[in-house]
RNA sequence: GCGGGUGUCGUCAAGUGGUUAAGACCUCGGAUUGUGGUUCCGAUAUGCAUGGGUUCGAAUCCCAUCUCCCGCCCCA
């Protein structure tokens, strides 16, 4: 035997028992995105190398160090490392901006990020997400919002926190940076060697570092006052405050964390994230936000727009698996012909059904029908004389004889 | 990218320097030439992630590489 290919790291084959716990998350998405008025989109998996360095932001870690890239014929492309920027680039080329607002969008399929693979991160995982375009009310937001909760409850999750913030605009946004470096200046030199990358690329991360020393330092008072201070301007304010009623008339449990800001450059005002508490470190399985730029940056017309992702292997890690369903009928049969007819008879009519390829004894040919199948359909030398199948329900070892022209109505 | 752990059959595992590497499940065959799910019997790793090294002798000790896991970073 020669030396076996293995799969290459970060990644993972989704087997034949894994399949129906897929299903059901493209199943349940394709029914609640439906009632709240989605269609589906699928756009392709790589995409120019540009769009993400312009969509997602080149100050991310996304985009600075995880993505596969590839040149082809002098062009720069790359595996998408997230969806939003190709639904973008999509709505944009195929002017979906003329369709009546809102336009709403999901999608679900692979995404690649080249990342230390540990539990629930791969390098190449599966979202779920959705997109809406053209609202720039705060109803969007908890539209969305509440699209994600009750996606999660039909699938059978509860036990989930709500986290929302909001980043506010990039005028008052601007002016908090600038605030948070010069009050941070004096302190540069004692910052860890993470927090001092992160001061010039993007300062609303310095907030949440898990490093003692950094910790120490923003606890300062004057500090501190900067970091707690309600930076947003006005409207931000007024947006965030309605997307907070809306969210308590829906009955939406939420908490607010001013440091949840998110790894993507594109989001303003609204951001949120959904987590488990049984996901160990990597325990967000929902993430998104408001980004009324982007669409206007990759070159369409001024549009506000909201959505978040999901990853699935994380949602099902928290189900509970689904069990394989189990074949309507297996023919056994030592006369491979009648078997082969009557199970093409009971395909046609929409039956699952199998038989013995390799015809093997009887009691072999049961035995498998009993882990396979609910029935048995039994075609011996009696029964093709006579024209009939015996008919063996496998849970309840009740069995009957009727004609063959019969058995299709007691499967 | 950094730090720590891990790796024996398809799966779960015993084995911690000394003859043919336990056991269980799965799979396959038989007991049983038309009645299964129970039972009984049998088969299935010349090899212990991979490659080197130490030793008379290595799954076991050492080194390297890889995998997966845990944490950091980041994210779904």
């Known amino acids: 035997m020669s030396k076996i290919i293995n799969v290459i790291k970060g990644t993972k084959d989704i087997l034949p028992k894994d399949i129906p716990s897929w299903h059901r998350l493209e199943s349940v998405a394709l029914d609640v995105f439906s009632r709240y008025g989605y269609k589906e989109i699928r756009t392709p998996i790589f995409e120019a190398t540009e769009l993400f360095a312009r969509g997602v932001g080149d100050t991310t870690d996304i985009v600075n160090k995880e993505m596969y890239t590839f040149e082809k014929s002098d062009r720069s492309l790359t595996l998408r490392p997230e969806n939003t920027a190709g639904v ?20 679900h399929g692979p995404m690649f990020r080249y990342e230390r693979p540990q539990a629930g991160r791969q390098r190449q995982f599966h979202q779920v997400g959705v997109e809406m375009f053209g609202i720039e009310q705060p109803t969007a937001d908890a539209e969305v919002i509440l699209l994600a909760v009750n996606y999660l409850k039909s699938l059978g999750l509860n036990d989930l926190t709500v986290e929302i913030n909001s980043l506010g605009c990039p005028t008052c946004r601007e002016a908090y940076k600038a605030k948070i470096k010069e009050v941070l200046k004096p302190e540069f030199d004692n910052l860890c060697e993470d927090c001092q990358n992160r001061y010039e690329r993007n300062p609303l991360r310095l907030l949440d570092c898990k490093v003692e020393s950094c910790k120490e330092i923003f606890e300062k008072p004057e500090i501190k006052k900067v970091i707690q201070s309600d930076f947003i301007c006005e409207d931000c304010a007024e947006h965030f405050s309605q997307l907070k009623s809306y969210l308590d008339t829906m009955g939406v449990r939420y908490s607010e964390n001013k440091l949840l800001v998110r790894g993507l450059d594109y989001y303003n005002r609204t951001v949120f994230e959904i987590k488990s508490n049984n996901l160990g470190s990597q325990n967000a399985v929902c993430g998104g ?17 909201v959505g978040w992702a999901m990853g699935m292997e994380r949602l099902n890690s928290l189900l509970p698996e689904v069990e394989a369903e189990k074949l309507d009928a297996y023919v056994v049969s030592n006369f491979p012909k009648e078997a082969f007819m009557l199970a093409e008879k009971l395909r046609a009519e929409g039956k699952s059904v199998e038989f013995d390829l390799t015809n093997k004894k009887f009691t072999k040919q049961l035995e498998k029908a009993s882990k396979v199948a609910n029935f048995a359909l039994i075609l011996g030398e009696d029964e093709i004389k006579s024209g009939t199948v015996s008919v063996k329900n496998l849970a309840t070892s009740e069995q009957n004889t ?10």
């Open 402 to 411: 009727v004609k063959e022209n019969e058995v299709l109505a007691l499967l």
């Open 88 to 107: 973008v680039r999509s709505f944009i080329e195929n002017g979906m901006s003329r369709l009546s607002a809102p336009v709403k969008l999901w999608y």
């Open 289 to 305: 936000g408001r980004y009324d730029r982007l669409v206007r940056n990759l070159g369409g017309e001024d549009t506000p727009a």
